[in-house]
């Protein structure tokens, strides 16, 4: 998954680590287990498939580019850079 680095004047794509992916993916999985709703429609087999396990569900999400999450990177001689995900597109939910 790439994201769009900001604050540097112009955008440029980078690719998250996998730290930063596994963050992400916690956080969305935390979110869903204390009851938050999918971004994107599951059918009924889909769900039996995973398990229902929430880091599933988060990594489906992250990989349709739906999980709208900013992550501030600390680089020295700039005051911040934001790695936020593309733009959140609305046609994309419940595919």
Do not use: H
């Amino acid at each position: 998954m790439t994201a769009m680095m900001m604050g540097t004047g112009n955008p440029v794509k980078m690719e998250y680590t996998k730290y930063e992916k596994a963050r992400i993916i916690g956080a969305r999985a935390l979110q869903i287990s204390m009851g938050a709703p999918f971004i994107i429609k599951f059918n009924d087999d889909m769900l039996k498939t995973i398990a229902y396990n929430p880091i599933e569900i988060a990594k489906k999400e992250f990989e349709s580019g739906l999980i709208p999450m900013t992550v501030r990177r600390p680089t020295p001689g700039i005051r911040k850079r934001d790695l936020t995900t593309n733009p959140f597109d609305q046609t994309k939910i419940g595919e």
